[in-house]
């Protein structure tokens, strides 16, 4: 007879290992249900959703306002909101009559912990958090011990459309006609995967969330309607609607934010662009050195990198950095619009990564953040045209005087190749003279006089010039470099590399490995397999110490 103390060991295991089962026993029903049901993951993986969605891009100051409000007007469910800052009434006033006009539609709205520029003395978050619990509208703000800053900026609407937002629910990001603002990018994905991502990062944060307390918390300020005006023609107005098979990769601090990063940069093959408010933490050993010396990596590896930024905080060591490795950086116009707010990358007309990301090593290890990578060629493209429109009235300041770009980005062997030199800044001060000198592959210099082919810029003034260049053969490296006289002194650009290219190929870089998601059922035997193990050992010993009486 097997003694009691065995017989109690073998029940007690085959009792942890029926519970185990009893989850896998009721989650297909779950999964077949669709509701928004709180989860709370420990950490948030990379994971990639290839297939078929839809898909809509806008860029603040152009068509921002008007797309947010259409995307907020079409729920019918819920509305999720995970933000920095809201200094914005008009859309303080939108979530007001959305909740009055859809009482059925659960609203829950939290808002970042302490952030700058959001507290005394304009005090908006306070206001709006006092504002939205007066409504109803379930509120909380961000855990002050999860994160330095919640520095995120996504919505999710109906559990199936995203928002991801370089800009917060500002009146600099979401303008009215007319009205200045930043250079921001957004998208908007509907899928239910890419949804229940974010929603489980809006969980897990709200899960940590504090109430609105108004004795501690204070009520504000009223928010300011006021709005300088711009006469800023917004030629990207017209959103880019796109669907297809598509391969979306969501991204956030301090989880995955580096490595999407990385993953971007180090995949690039032919072009690098790249539009960040600024680098700082620069030296410090960290993860924006890691973001520079892969960006020095792709230059080295002949890759043509631009990067527009803002003259703040590392702007000059950073820039010294990049113009020694021979890379072009400039800083955003500000004539029409706030200093630059967009955190985007764009990899050889391709891959897209749009986010709240900068880099400073607080937003990449401290912070909440949120973004994600696109790969698909057509919304690369979108968001191409308003890199170049950007390159194209970039200031230098620091670094030069001049500025230089091509179309199309990446020519084929049967494209004309048009090159623009940009001398607005040189205008003033009388061009008389403006060439533009070209190298095939490592062949001799060639230096052609352009002054006649001047055209406008975008704002109406002549000081752009043209060249084309005649097709080339498929892998030709075309090397330009600008040089302009103007008020007696010459001014010589920085020599950059046009490829011709019938094709990329594939990404030479590999996907981070995500984490396993295979049948649960065998991930459950695997874990419980010392557990089966021990309690076939302990069957065995009891048959044979039975055996031995």
């Not at 009792?15 to 999964?31: G, H, K, Q, R, T």
């Not at 152009?62 to 469910?77: P, V």
């Not at 200094?87 to 302490?114: E, S």
Request: with cysteine; glycine share 6%.
């Amino acid at each position: 007879m097997i003694p009691k103390r065995y017989k109690l060991l073998s029940f007690m295991i085959l009792c942890i290992m029926i519970s185990s089962f009893i989850p896998l026993l009721v989650s297909p029903v779950a999964e077949n249900q669709k509701p928004h049901v709180q989860s709370i993951p420990s950490a948030f993986t990379w994971q990639t959703f290839n297939k078929n969605m839809n898909v809509t891009t806008f860029v603040a100051p152009d068509g921002s306002r008007d797309q947010l409000w259409h995307f907020l007007n079409s729920a019918e469910e819920s509305i999720f909101v995970e933000i920095y800052g809201v200094n914005n009434p008009y859309i303080l006033d939108l979530i007001r009559d959305i909740h009055t006009t859809k009482p059925g539609v659960d609203i829950k709205i939290l808002i970042g912990w302490h952030s700058l520029g959001y507290l005394a003395p304009y005090e908006p978050n306070p206001y709006v958090a006092y504002n939205l619990t007066l409504m109803g509208v379930d509120f909380k703000w961000t855990s002050d011990t999860e994160f330095t800053y919640a520095h995120q900026k996504f919505v999710v609407i109906d559990n199936k459309t995203t928002i991801i937002q370089a800009g917060n629910w500002a009146k600099t990001s979401f303008p009215e006609d007319g009205k200045k603002s930043n250079r921001e990018w957004n998208i908007a994905m509907t899928d239910t995967d890419v949804a229940d991502y974010y929603l489980s990062v809006f969980d897990y944060d709200w899960g940590n969330g504090i109430a609105y307390d108004q004795p501690r918390d204070g009520t504000g300020l009223p928010l300011s309607y006021d709005q300088d005006s711009s006469t800023y023609p917004r030629p990207f107005a017209e959103p880019g609607h796109f669907s297809g098979q598509m391969s979306v990769t969501p991204i956030v601090s301090p989880e995955t934010s580096l490595q999407g990063i990385l993953y971007c940069i180090n995949s690039a093959q032919v072009t690098l662009d790249i539009q960040i408010p600024y680098f700082t933490s620069v030296g410090d050993a960290g993860s924006v050195d890691q973001i520079i010396d892969a960006i020095l990596a792709a230059k080295a590896r002949d890759v043509t990198v631009r990067i527009i930024t803002q003259d703040e905080k590392d702007y000059v060591e950073a820039a010294e950095i990049f113009t020694n490795a021979g890379i072009p950086m400039i800083y955003q116009d500000t004539r029409w619009a706030y200093p630059l707010h967009n955190k985007g990358i764009i990899v050889d007309g391709r891959i897209v990564l749009i986010s709240s990301i900068n880099y400073s090593d607080g937003s990449i290890e401290d912070n909440r953040e949120a973004g994600v990578i696109i790969e698909h060629e057509a919304i690369a493209q979108w968001y191409s045209e308003v890199f170049d429109f950007d390159w194209g009235l970039g200031d230098f300041d620091e670094i030069g005087s001049l500025n230089v770009y091509w179309n199309p980005n990446i020519p084929t062997h049967s494209s004309e190749i048009n090159v623009t030199v940009y001398a607005h800044e040189l205008r003033a001060l009388g061009i008389t003279d403006v060439s533009l000198g070209v190298k095939i592959d490592s062949g001799s210099w060639s230096n052609y006089t352009i002054t006649s082919t001047v055209f406008d810029s975008a704002e109406g003034d002549p000081e752009n010039y043209f060249y084309v260049i005649s097709p080339q053969s498929d892998g030709t490296n075309i090397t330009v470099q600008a040089t302009v006289i103007a008020g007696g002194d010459t001014y010589v650009g920085m020599e950059m590399v046009i490829r011709v290219r019938d094709s990329i190929g594939s990404i030479t870089t590999p996907t981070p490995t995500p984490t396993p998601t295979g049948n649960p059922l065998v991930e459950l035997l695997i874990e419980l397999l010392p557990y089966i193990a021990l309690a076939v050992v302990v069957l065995i010993g009891a048959i044979c110490v039975k055996k031995r009486k």
